[in-house]
C-alpha cells in the first residue's frame, strides 16, 4: 500500500481506502462484510469510510463490529453527517443539533471515542454556514473529531466555508469527498484549482463507476447476478451509467488494461490516483477477492499516451459539467 497526505493536512491516509456505502448492513451478509474488511486489513488499506446514513445507520455499526480489536491508531476512520438518520425535522442537516446527536451516534456504533475525519454529507441550504463551522470546531476541540471534511459541496461553498474558518479562527476543511472517475470528472474544471491552491484534497467515491469500469455489465445484455446491478438499493444509483453508449465504449477499455497487465478494476483506480489532488480512492467490495484485486492499483503510474488512450476510448461518454456537483435545494 502506498500513503497520501489527507490535502495539506498531516493526516496520512492509505492510497485506496474502503467504504461500505450499500454493502455492510444490507446487500452482503456480516460474514462476507467482515472478511471484506478482514482483506482490506491484511492488504495495508488502513482508512475506512462509512456514513451515519448507509443502511439506516448499521453500516457503522458493522464496520465497528469489524475493527474491534484493531490497534486504533492503526486506523483512519471516516464518518459523514447530513442525510435523514431518523423521521424527525431535526433528523438531518447540519444544524448544532443534529450535528452534536449525529456524532454521538457515530462514535457509539462505531465503538470509539474519536473519528479521524467528521465529513459534511452535503451542503445544507437550511443552516448558516457559521453554525455548522462551529459546531465542526467544537467536535475538533472536544477531540471526537480530529479533521473536517465536506462531500459533494460545490467549489463556491468551499470557498465560502474556507473564508469564513480563516476569518473566524476555525478548524480548517482538509478534504472533499466527490464522485469521480474517468466517467465522471465533474470536479475537473472548478473543484480540483481551487482545492490544490487551499491545501483540500479529494478522498474519491466510486472510482470504478460502482463495478461499471470492471466491464462485467455487457452491452444488451442482463447484468450478472448478485451485482450492484441487481440490487435493489444500488441499481438506481449505477442506471446512469447502464447504457448500451458507456457499456461498449467500457469493453473498449480491455485491451488497454491487458497491455499494462492490470485487471480493469485496478484500470479504474489507478486512473483516479494519477490526479495528484486526490488523497485516496474509496472502493466498495461485495466479496474479499475484490478486495485483493483492487489494492493493486495503489502505485501504478499510466504514461500519457495510456490517459490519451482511455480518453479516445470514453470520448462522449464522460460526463464534465461542473453544475453536477449539486446537493438538495432543501433538507431531504
Ligand atoms: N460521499 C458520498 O456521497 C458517497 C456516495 C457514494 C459512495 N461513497 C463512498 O465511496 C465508497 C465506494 O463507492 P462505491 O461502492 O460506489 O465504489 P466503487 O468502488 O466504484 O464500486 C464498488 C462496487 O463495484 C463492484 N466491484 C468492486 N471491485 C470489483 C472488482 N474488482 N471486480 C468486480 N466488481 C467489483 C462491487 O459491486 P458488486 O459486486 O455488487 O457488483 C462493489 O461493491 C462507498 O462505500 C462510500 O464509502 C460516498
Known sequence: MEFRHLGRSGLMVSEISYGNWLTHGSQVEEDAAK?????????????FDTADVYAGTKAEEVLGRALKGVRRESLEIFT???????????DRGLSRKHITESIHGSLRRLQTDYVDLYQAHRFDAETPLEETL???DDLVRQGKVLYVGVSEWTADQIARALKIADEMGFDRIVSNQPQYSALWRVIESEIVPLCEQEGVGQIVWSPIGQGVLTGKY??????PEGSR????????????????DVLTRVQELKPIAADLGLSMAQLAIAWVLQNP???SAIVGASRPEQVRDNVKAAGVKLEADVLKRIDDVLGSAVERDPAKTQSPPSRP
Open 218 to 223: 455487457l452491452p444488451g445484455q442482463q447484468p
Open 80 to 90: 459523514k453527517v447530513y442525510w435523514p438518520t431518523g423521521p424527525g425535522k431535526n
Open 229 to 244: 446491478a441487481t440490487d435493489k438499493s444500488g441499481s438506481a444509483m449505477i442506471a446512469r451509467f447502464m447504457n448500451d
Open 277 to 279: 489532488n486526490v488523497s
Open 134 to 136: 462551529k459546531t465542526f
Open 35 to 47: 472478511q471484506c474488511v478482514q482483506a482490506a486489513l491484511d492488504e495495508g488499506i488502513t482508512t
